[in-house]
């Protein structure tokens, strides 16, 4: 499956689409059912939502001079820094507890970063360099030898221990493809594609378990798509897939290829059409046939990936449309006001989606307001109004949870139960205001940043929140975890494995996916399903060192493991003037001795 930056995927799915005239209309192939036609108003929403009285606090926050970008590896926060003081720098930092792991001076601050299993990769225009992800130092580089310019280079890490590079510049035809070896930088091929147009954009599927992948170069004619093996590079079939209407004779200005379960493929486009944005999602069981489904609109959105229950979202003609997928059926149409902005995003159930609508007021300020919807009606189940007299909101939602998250004012954002609204207890409220906002949840933690650009220099400020599933409330105490180690006692300069084993205090089961980390020696695994993880450690200080044990739902707990020095743990020898004699008899052989030494120690 391709996987997308971050930022991208925040953009995508938050972007606002105002409706236009003239608007193609849903290419689908069934009868549409549950069809409203009366303008639906949001008659069941409560008054502006209030946040609860108290604000979570943040892990930690910390503050920039400059202009940051972040990319989040496992447990790592990797921040690019536009530092006047300090210059620019990329920084590793304990995502929980803000410790800088180490820091690098780089030459440009223009682009993330990408992190890979074991590198973590910085692109300096033309040129990609890895540095080791434990300790920051440099591995290896790779010149591009294609053409870049200012929007530089694409990379993902796809196959065996392999990077694919290519570049962003636009306007070329034919564009230069390597697999790169990421472990070593050596590069495995190098390849020339030839495109059909002038190149608009490129699409890289992130697969490091299967190698067998398909790379998108998305032109102003149409899409090539090379269906190759990313280890080797070979090759084995290219496809051409045209611009389908309604933007066939415009110019894309964006399309990318997604890879679905059920072996779909999809292809989503975005272009300009008589000043109006209009998306194109085209659906293939196969790119050696003609696409399975069509679908465009002011905007096209998926709100259900289960397989074999695809459904799409499509907002065209002051009108939303429920299609499945990929038999293109309409299942049911519901009147929205188009002349105001409207975003859709799906939801973390299968059975709702959500409806974001932004009326502005004359003086240019929004009434915000939020509708879930049924997935399989287009009605709405409860609705919202987020804020009042406001900036246009943030949105995000976090998969497997049960909360969206919408910002009331800047730099305050406000939790809300998916299936009712009701306002949850968590609440966050940024520490300084800014001109945007950057937030997003990773695993147990929500990062949230607020950049500002208006002032010279630009500043930033970085805050660390518990996740909104992570907050313990009164009616749902800790747990306690029990931890012990294979050896609480190990010797400086080895390697030496420990394992650690947690389990449930009051039922005695092993606890699955516990973080076990030892902070001051940069270690961090997870237990597997027999409760268990290896801390596998080197270190040549000896001391007394803090394991520290978390898990969701139950209270953090620490162990300590002593790392004894090398010289005091040898054993000491010196010169006895005696006689060896067997306690009984009076006298015994050497092996004797021996054999009584390991007897003892056998049993003490």
Known sequence: MQELDRRTLLQMGVMGVTAGTGLGRLAGRGQAMNISHSQPTFTSRASAISPPDTFTEPLWTTQFDGSITQ?????????VDSSPTDGDRLLALNIQTGEERWSRAISTTQNPVTVTADRVLEIDQSTVIAYERSSG??????QYPGEVDFSSLVLREAGEETLLITSRAEGATEKRLLGVNTTTGDVRWDKTVSLPGEFVEATLPYSPADPDIYVMFATTTGHQILDLN?????VNETHTVPIAGPISSGNPTSSFLIEESEDYLVVRSFGLVNEGGIVVVQIFSSFSDEPDLVLSGVNVHQI????????????????LRGVASPSGETLWEQSINTDVTQRIRSGTTSD?????RFPSTSTGEYETEIAARSVTTGEIEWSRSVAENSGQPNIGFYPGDNTVLVSRNNGEF???DTTTGEVGDWAISLASEGDIYDIYQHNDVVVASAETFSQDPASATLSIFPAPDTVPSDSSPDGVLDVSLSASQITAGTTTDVTVAVSDNTTGDSVEDATVSISDLN???????????????????????TISVSKDGYADTTTTLTVEDSESSETSFQDVLGTIGDYNSGNASFQDVLQAIADYNANN
Do not use: C, H, M
């Open 352 to 356: 709702l989606f959500y409806n974001l």
């Open 523 to 545: 270690l961090s695994v997870t237990t597997d399903l027999n409760g268990e993880a290896t801390l596998s450690i080197n270190t040549n200080d000896p001391d007394e060192y």
């Open 137 to 142: 130092e440099q591995q290896w580089t790779v």
């Open 304 to 319: 259900d990936s289960r397989p074999g229950e695809k459904k799409y979202v499509v907002i065209d003609d002051e009108r």
């Open 414 to 416: 406000v939790s809300l």
């Open 230 to 234: 990313a280890t080797t590079g070979e």
């Open 71 to 79: 990319t989040v590896g496992e447990g790592e926060l990797y921040i």
